[in-house]
């Protein structure tokens, strides 16, 4: 294992991560299928010049602008969300039907904080008493899946994308303001003029990937301070680039230039670098996906030409999963492959020199990052040992890993037998968990090792504070303050939860239903908020402004 430089300690903290990373090999990107089909069956069975793509030609006024400056802000064609949209209040009874909900003209918080869900429908904003709420967007939302990576870390602003015409795919980015879901900014992300009449059919199947990264893939990320967005466009090259737009100066600058694709922008923490990946082919229309990956580069706010890091060794499709920075010149990342080794390799990279680090050289099939401790750690599921195009070098089980102490343990292999785990890093207690058949396995960051008997746990969550935990179980919903003793809460099953943001009750949600649980042991029914939509697609969030 080769050395990685010690950050000094005050430091280091600093820049860690409040939370840890996982990723399981069984998790890899997915995207709404009816949409990709529907682009397929439209290339294969349309002439190049029927296709329902929207390709604006550029604006005039970025001609005379100088090249890193393409834009400064657009008109949005996304209709007022202060127009009059239906709000609702909840009924304070057991469980009312949607005809029992009442509808009101109340309206949000101007101070917030307000709880963000996004829906099948569109995108909602609640109060903190989860009693009142506004329809912000009424539209879908292309993107990530997630809520986390749309939110500034900021000012509460949150990123959408959506077609700015109807019956076409047309991307566009905005950053609606809260509490009311004001545009502030958006932009057109295609602009190139595509001639599809002149087109071949790889060159046509090549923009089809790359409007389904636009409105599928990891395409934007917000920097620390909020004041940059970092997004992927096709502006005034037939591939995709990487673009910044400056909230402080309301323009946009070209950050790359072709012939390849950058995408999956990643902020350092001193907002001086965009680390991406730079690809040949998104793959996004074929199974089972994966870039064709050619390097990995950092490009600069400054606006002087971005740099290649690194050549990227894998063999076959996949990504290079960049995790999180672990000071503040490194980041870790690993190869993960659609064929061959899968998941592999893991290193930490410098952003200033490009000196690359190894970790972790051999398979494994899932792996957990603590912030604050900088231990790493793996796991190789007994399967790994039968795989017929890799050797491993390590024989199936639990691994800790010190990245800055070049440590490495070995925990115990009888956890193998559990398959994949799928862990979850909670700095704040110092412990990674994950579910088993059988109840909860939990790992601290000095390799001790505890198991939770209990049926089956289908996620773990831990209290910002760390100190509360919640199981969602096949029997409930069980809270504990300690860690040790857990009582049921709540008898039915839900698909998540979530605190209050001054602690004081637990909002769990399953469909089109809010359930809020207070007293002092989370055990009294509060509010029972049936909501006016079907599909809560990914875990509300609070925003704080």
């Given at each position: 294992?080769?050395?990685?430089?010690?950050?000094?300690?005050?430091?280091?903290?600093?820049?860690?991560?409040p939370?840890?990373?996982s990723?399981?090999?069984?998790?890899?990107?997915?995207?709404?299928v009816?949409?990709?089909?529907?682009?397929?069956?439209?290339?294969s069975?349309?002439?190049?010049?029927?296709?329902?793509?929207?390709?604006?030609?550029?604006?005039?006024?970025?001609v005379?602008?100088?090249?890193?400056?393409?834009?400064?802000t657009?008109?949005?064609?996304?209709?007022?969300?202060?127009?009059?949209?239906?709000?609702?209040?909840?009924?304070?009874v057991?469980?009312?039907?949607?005809e029992?909900?009442?509808?009101?003209?109340?309206?949000?918080?101007?101070?917030?904080?307000?709880?963000?869900?996004?829906?099948?429908?569109?995108?909602?904003?609640?109060?903190?008493?989860?009693?009142?709420?506004?329809?912000?967007?009424?539209?879908?939302?292309?993107?990530?899946?997630?809520?986390?990576?749309?939110?500034?870390p900021?000012?509460?602003?949150?990123?959408?994308?959506?077609?700015?015409?109807?019956?076409?795919?047309?991307?566009?980015?905005?950053?609606?303001?809260?509490?009311?879901?004001?545009?502030?900014?958006?932009?057109?992300?295609?602009q190139y003029?595509?001639?599809?009449?002149?087109?071949?059919?790889?060159?046509?199947?090549d923009?089809?990937?790359?409007?389904?990264?636009?409105?599928?893939g990891?395409s934007?990320?917000?920097?620390?301070?909020?004041?940059?967005?970092?997004?992927?466009?096709?502006?005034?090259?037939?591939?995709?680039?990487?673009?910044?737009?400056?909230?402080?100066?309301?323009?946009?600058?070209?950050?790359?230039?072709?012939?390849?694709?950058?995408?999956?922008?990643?902020?350092?923490y001193?907002?001086?670098?965009?680390?991406?990946?730079?690809?040949?082919?998104?793959?996004?229309?074929?199974?089972?996906?994966?870039?064709?990956?050619?390097?990995?580069?950092?490009?600069?706010?400054?606006?002087?030409?971005?740099?290649?890091?690194?050549?990227?060794?894998?063999?076959?499709?996949?990504?290079?999963?960049?995790?999180q920075?672990?000071?503040?010149?490194?980041?870790?990342?690993?190869?993960?492959?659609t064929?061959?080794?899968m998941?592999?390799?893991?290193?930490?990279?410098?952003?200033?020199?490009?000196?690359?680090?190894?970790?972790?050289?051999?398979?494994?099939?899932?792996l957990?990052y603590?912030?604050?401790?900088?231990?790493?750690?793996l796991?190789?599921?007994?399967?790994?040992?039968?795989?017929?195009?890799c050797?491993?070098?390590?024989?199936p089980?639990?691994?800790?890993?010190?990245?800055?102490?070049?440590?490495?343990?070995?925990?115990?292999?009888?956890?193998?037998?559990?398959?994949?785990?799928?862990?979850?890093?909670?700095p704040?207690?110092?412990?990674f968990y994950?579910?088993?058949?059988?109840?909860?396995?939990?790992i601290?960051?000095?390799?001790?090792?505890?198991?939770?008997?209990?049926?089956?746990?289908?996620e773990?969550?831990?209290?910002?504070?760390?100190?509360?935990?919640?199981?969602?179980?096949?029997?409930?919903?069980?809270?504990?303050?300690?860690?040790?003793?857990?009582?049921?809460?709540?008898?039915?099953?839900?698909?998540?939860?979530?605190?209050?943001?001054?602690?004081?009750?637990?909002?769990?949600?399953?469909?089109n239903e809010?359930?809020?649980?207070?007293?002092?042991d989370?055990?009294?029914?509060?509010?029972?908020?049936?909501?006016?939509?079907?599909?809560?697609?990914?875990?509300?969030?609070?925003?704080?402004?």
């Amino acid at each position: 294992m080769s050395a990685v430089k010690r950050t000094p300690a005050a430091q280091l903290e600093a820049v860690r991560a409040p939370f840890g990373v996982s990723m399981n090999i069984g998790k890899r990107l997915k995207f709404s299928v009816v949409p990709l089909v529907f682009l397929l069956v439209l290339i294969s069975c349309t002439k190049p010049s029927e296709l329902a793509y929207s390709s604006p030609t550029l604006s005039p006024t970025s001609v005379d602008t100088p090249p890193a400056l393409i834009h400064s802000t657009q008109e949005s064609d996304i209709s007022d969300p202060t127009d009059e949209e239906p709000d609702f209040k909840a009924q304070a009874v057991a469980s009312p039907t949607p005809e029992q909900t009442g509808w009101s003209d109340s309206s949000l918080s101007p101070v917030g904080p307000w709880l963000i869900i996004k829906a099948d429908d569109g995108l909602w904003s609640l109060n903190p008493d989860i009693s009142t709420g506004k329809k912000l967007l009424d539209s879908p939302l292309y993107g990530p899946a997630g809520l986390s990576s749309r939110i500034s870390p900021t000012n509460g602003n949150i990123v959408a994308i959506i077609s700015s015409k109807p019956d076409v795919i047309a991307p566009r980015i905005s950053i609606l303001q809260l509490p009311f879901g004001e545009s502030v900014w958006s932009y057109d992300l295609i602009q190139y003029p595509f001639d599809y009449e002149l087109m071949s059919p790889t060159e046509i199947e090549d923009v089809t990937e790359m409007y389904s990264y636009l409105t599928f893939g990891r395409s934007f990320a917000w920097s620390p301070s909020g004041r940059y967005l970092a997004f992927v466009a096709v502006i005034n090259n037939p591939s995709l680039d990487l673009f910044l737009y400056d909230a402080n100066q309301d323009k946009v600058f070209q950050l790359t230039d072709g012939p390849l694709h950058a995408v999956d922008p990643f902020w350092s923490y001193d907002e001086q670098y965009v680390v991406h990946t730079v690809v040949e082919r998104t793959r996004m229309e074929a199974a089972p996906g994966g870039y064709v990956v050619d390097s990995v580069w950092k490009a600069k706010t400054s606006l002087e030409p971005a740099e290649k890091l690194y050549e990227s060794q894998m063999e076959y499709t996949g990504w290079e999963q960049l995790i999180q920075w672990v000071s503040r010149d490194e980041f870790l990342v690993y190869a993960s492959e659609t064929y061959g080794c899968m998941l592999h390799d893991v290193r930490t990279v410098n952003v200033e020199t490009g000196t690359v680090n190894q970790v972790w050289d051999d398979m494994f099939s899932s792996l957990s990052y603590d912030g604050i401790s900088g231990k790493l750690l793996l796991h190789i599921a007994g399967e790994l040992d039968l795989w017929p195009t890799c050797r491993l070098e390590h024989d199936p089980g639990l691994y800790l890993i010190d990245i800055f102490e070049k440590t490495e343990l070995s925990i115990d292999d009888s956890h193998a037998e559990y398959g994949y785990l799928e862990f979850t890093n909670y700095p704040n207690r110092g412990v990674f968990y994950s579910p088993i058949s059988d109840g909860l396995l939990e790992i601290s960051v000095d390799g001790d090792v505890r198991e939770i008997a209990q049926d089956y746990v289908k996620e773990i969550l831990v209290s910002n504070n760390g100190r509360q935990m919640l199981l969602l179980t096949s029997d409930g919903v069980l809270h504990s303050r300690n860690g040790f003793e857990f009582r049921n809460v709540f008898p039915e099953q839900v698909a998540g939860g979530f605190w209050s943001p001054n602690m004081d009750s637990i909002i769990l949600f399953r469909q089109n239903e809010l359930i809020e649980l207070t007293g002092q042991d989370f055990d009294d029914l509060g509010a029972r908020v049936i909501l006016p939509f079907d599909g809560i697609e990914s875990s509300p969030k609070w925003v704080i402004p």
